[in-house]
């Protein structure tokens, strides 16, 4: 959508660069499409221990360097500069300065580091596929390639390596057993990118894009139902609803306020049964056994970490499987050992035991806040308002998603990548008006 601000570029064109503008225009658009479909399917698809980017593993770091470098290339060489400047919110830039922080303020300077370096890598990269195209059309274009190519790859799996593309009934979760995964390390990574995609091939089908866009959304409904994911299959219609249906009902303005009410609803019902006491009582009376497959034991814990370090937090990927976890106490009662949990499977949580209290404040007006407010000033115009009801399904269903799985900074984890694609185009659309196509 790189066009938006770059009009007064094309005014008066000569007749013989129209050829090369075109040439490029198909550059950049089949540039965007690759880059999407690369840092979503990653260098180590197939791999339940490779896709989520590992520091030591060196062609991740090959490949994901290279992807970042050539992201760069693609933002200085075809995106306008008032667009680039457009991306720069202050409050990400604050939020930024807190992970190097974090990366200072860890137990491994290098290893954090590097994490960090792949989660930064993932943001350009994002920022480079939303921006590279020069219309809706371009950018459909992409989500087109991209998105039947991740769904080429993990049907592929489905078919030709089900051993490895469904989950086994070996291992430490064989409660998974039949599960579908297809390219992605885990069924919990797999659900949500689904989730995505189905929002896409509805954001393709409400543009016309019938075909394309009909069977995208059911080819990703259908992988999603067969991960075993009920809370993604109910938090999609849920997403879709809150998104369009104000809008379709000439109520635009009540999205925002119904998406914050969605996300402090799930917050008591999550965060708030733990550390919330007339809450954890009330639990008590009336679900006792309302744990989340244990994760509040998980929760808990954090909080008593947390308490101890509120204002720094331990560091950035400082605290799981170190010695802070290991050689904590293991009562007999609880619900998961800790010391074999990788992370605290709640996204805000994660965040604040990484980066401290600070840092997640930062993080709920960067990543809420400042998006509720750009999709009530995203313009009137038909391209506009369709790309911004995309961004926030994918943010409605990512914020909510973020109480039960973590993915903040994580590394290229795909779940973290739509989010900032999501919050990224809000920016951008409710700063720059989107044609349909730019001859």
Not at 72 to 94: C, I, K, N
Not at 296 to 314: D, H, I, K, Q, V
Not at 370 to 394: C, G, K, Q, T, Y
């Amino acid at each position: 959508m790189s066009n938006t601000a770059s009009q007064t570029r094309t005014d008066g064109p000569v007749l013989s660069a129209r050829p090369s503008r075109r040439t490029m225009a198909r550059t950049a658009t089949g540039l965007a499409a690759l880059l999407l479909a690369t840092v979503i399917i990653s260098f180590r698809p197939f791999q339940p221990a490779g896709a989520e980017g590992e520091g030591g593993d060196i062609l991740n770091q090959i490949g994901f360097g290279s992807l970042g470098a050539l992201a760069l290339a693609g933002l200085f060489m075809f995106v306008d500069r008032r667009v680039l400047a457009a991306l720069l919110s202050p409050w990400w830039l604050l939020l930024l300065a807190f992970l190097g922080l974090g990366v200072m303020n860890a137990l491994s300077p290098a290893d954090s580091i590097r994490a960090a370096l792949f989660a930064v890598i993932g943001i350009v990269t994002m920022a480079a596929v939303l921006t590279l195209p020069r219309d809706a059309d371009s950018f459909s274009t992409v989500l087109a390639l991209a998105g039947f190519t991740v769904l080429g790859f993990s049907y592929y799996g489905i078919l030709a390596m089900p051993e490895v593309a469904i989950h086994g009934g070996d291992g430490m979760e064989p409660q998974h057993a039949g599960l579908w995964r297809g390219s992605f390390a885990h069924k919990n990574i797999a659900a949500p990118v689904m989730a995505c995609l189905s929002f896409a091939g509805f954001y393709l089908w409400r543009r016309g894009w019938r075909w394309s866009g009909g069977a995208m959304f059911v080819l990703a409904v259908i992988f999603m139902s067969q991960t075993g994911s009920k809370t993604t299959l109910g938090t999609v219609p849920l997403a879709i609803i809150l998104a369009a249906l104000p809008g379709a009902m000439g109520l635009r303005f009540l999205t925002p306020a119904l998406l914050v009410a969605a996300i402090a609803g799930l917050a008591l019902a999550t965060l708030g049964i733990v550390f919330i006491e007339p809450l954890t009582a009330l639990r008590d009376q009336i679900a006792p056994d309302l744990t989340y497959t244990g994760r509040t034991a998980l929760w808990a814990f954090m909080g008593e970490s947390l308490a101890e370090r509120p204002l720094t937090g331990y560091g950035f990927e400082s605290f799981w499987g170190t010695g802070i976890v290991l050689q904590a106490d293991q009562p007999f009662d609880r619900d998961w050992d800790i010391r074999g949990i990788v992370h605290g499977h709640n996204s805000y949580m994660d965040l604040a035991i990484s980066l401290g209290l600070p840092a997640l404040g930062v993080a709920l007006v960067a990543f809420i806040i400042a998006p509720m407010r750009d999709f009530l000033r995203v313009p009137f115009f038909r391209e506009n308002i369709l790309l911004s009801e995309l961004f926030m399904m994918m943010l409605t269903f990512t914020l909510l998603n973020a109480f039960l799985e973590s993915f903040f900074f994580r590394r290229a984890d795909p779940v973290w990548l739509f989010f900032v694609f999501a919050a990224l185009g809000m920016r951008l659309v409710a700063r720059f008006q989107v044609h349909s196509s730019v001859n």
